[in-house]
């Protein structure tokens, strides 16, 4: 390890390189066999998302609804990467995300992951395990990532916002195009049942009824004093002060830089867009997604 705390944490900084057609970095792909080869459990339960699209917001819910009452010390002595891991992370100094996933003691399993549709392990789909997919609007999406890879040293550096924004419209993300993951889950809901497509617009608008369609489609019919836990735990200031999600433990993140829970808003995109950006991107946005029924909200 160098005795310069910046230089040993920007030459963690990878490249991104094309993985049988998608951007990622070594960290997501080092692993890869395991990955490939993990076996789920029928009672899994997989949180899918394209990165900073609510996936924290998401797990937090699943594990509160699934164990806020039978395991309440979970919340305050376990962060949120520990209880739910990430399936394909192998970073340096941190547990490889798939043998904490191996290794979690409860039932059902919660596993986050940000690989597109192609890449899930086969044996998610093979056990019929249930998916709970969010999408949040390109535009905020963009930006959240933006800010995300300025803090995290775990991703390729950034860059300025212009040659972000456009490396994103060409899909030379870590994990991909944001266009082809968001419409790759929704064309696998058409044929895949137990997969819940969700909007990170409609949470914020309407947590309860939400977290109602949520619990329908997992089985759950949680207490009023567990709804009463999640009104309070779920909002965006609680979760920003709260160490166990708010990632201001996990060294890769530098949350002086620009904090894990930054907004929390839709429509802060217009805080970074200029107008000649918003346009191109507006065009650009059109012939990539064609899909009339896949429709995002980008105002609050
Ligand atoms: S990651 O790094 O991919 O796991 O990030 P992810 O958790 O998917 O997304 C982070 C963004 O989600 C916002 N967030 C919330 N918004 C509103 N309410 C609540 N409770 C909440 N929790 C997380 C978080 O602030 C990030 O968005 P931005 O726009 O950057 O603030």
Request: charged letters at 25%; proline letters at 7%; a negative charge.
């Given at each position: 390890?160098?005795?310069n705390?910046q230089?040993?944490?920007?030459?963690?900084?990878?490249?991104?390189f094309?993985?049988?057609?998608?951007s990622?970095?070594?960290?997501?792909?080092?692993?890869?066999?395991?990955?490939?080869?993990?076996q789920?459990?029928?009672?899994?339960?997989?949180?899918?998302?394209?990165?900073?699209?609510?996936?924290?917001?998401?797990?937090?819910?699943?594990?509160?609804?699934?164990?806020?009452?039978?395991?309440?010390?979970?919340?305050?002595?376990?962060?949120?990467?520990?209880?739910?891991?990430f399936?394909?992370?192998?970073?340096?100094?941190?547990?490889?995300?798939?043998?904490?996933?191996?290794?979690?003691?409860?039932?059902?399993?919660?596993?986050?992951?940000?690989?597109?549709?192609?890449?899930?392990?086969?044996?998610?789909?093979?056990?019929n395990?249930?998916?709970?997919?969010?999408?949040?609007?390109?535009?905020?999406?963009?930006?959240?990532?933006?800010?995300?890879?300025?803090?995290?040293?775990?991703?390729?550096?950034?860059?300025?916002?212009?040659?972000?924004?456009?490396?994103?419209?060409?899909?030379?993300?870590?994990?991909?195009?944001?266009?082809?993951?968001?419409?790759g889950?929704?064309?696998?809901?058409?044929?895949?049942?137990?997969?819940?497509?969700?909007?990170y617009e409609?949470?914020?608008?309407?947590?309860?009824?939400?977290?109602?369609k949520?619990?329908?489609?997992?089985?759950?019919?949680?207490?009023?004093?567990?709804?009463?836990?999640?009104?309070?735990?779920?909002?965006?200031?609680?979760?920003?002060?709260?160490?166990?999600?708010?990632?201001?433990?996990?060294?890769?993140?530098?949350?002086?830089?620009?904090?894990?829970?930054?907004?929390?808003?839709?429509?802060?995109?217009?805080?970074?867009?200029?107008?000649?950006?918003?346009d191109?991107?507006?065009?650009?946005?059109?012939?990539?997604?064609?899909?009339?029924?896949?429709?995002?909200?980008?105002?609050?």
């Amino acid at each position: 390890m160098s005795d310069n705390p910046q230089k040993t944490n920007s030459s963690l900084r990878p490249e991104l390189f094309d993985f049988h057609g998608i951007s990622m970095t070594h960290y997501f792909t080092d692993n890869w066999e395991k990955i490939q080869n993990f076996q789920a459990r029928p009672d899994d339960i997989l949180i899918a998302t394209y990165p900073r699209s609510g996936t924290t917001w998401v797990s937090h819910i699943l594990d509160l609804l699934h164990f806020g009452q039978t395991f309440p010390e979970r919340q305050t002595s376990i962060p949120i990467y520990d209880r739910v891991p990430f399936l394909e992370l192998a970073f340096p100094l941190l547990d490889l995300g798939v043998d904490l996933a191996e290794k979690l003691p409860t039932s059902p399993r919660l596993i986050k992951s940000h690989l597109p549709i192609q890449f899930v392990p086969k044996s998610f789909l093979e056990q019929n395990c249930k998916i709970v997919y969010v999408a949040r609007n390109a535009k905020d999406n963009v930006v959240s990532y933006f800010h995300f890879e300025r803090m995290n040293v775990g991703d390729p550096e950034p860059g300025d916002w212009n040659s972000f924004l456009h490396r994103f419209m060409e899909g030379k993300m870590v994990f991909g195009s944001w266009y082809d993951h968001v419409n790759g889950f929704w064309k696998k809901k058409q044929t895949y049942p137990n997969l819940h497509y969700m909007f990170y617009e409609d949470m914020l608008k309407d947590t309860e009824l939400e977290i109602d369609k949520l619990c329908s489609f997992l089985g759950l019919s949680p207490s009023e004093e567990e709804r009463k836990l999640l009104r309070s735990e779920l909002k965006f200031d609680q979760m920003k002060k709260n160490d166990m999600v708010n990632y201001s433990l996990l060294p890769p993140m530098d949350v002086k830089v620009s904090p894990f829970m930054r907004k929390g808003k839709v429509g802060d995109w217009k805080n970074h867009f200029t107008v000649a950006q918003n346009d191109e991107f507006d065009k650009d946005y059109k012939k990539k997604m064609m899909d009339p029924k896949l429709q995002f909200c980008t105002e609050a």
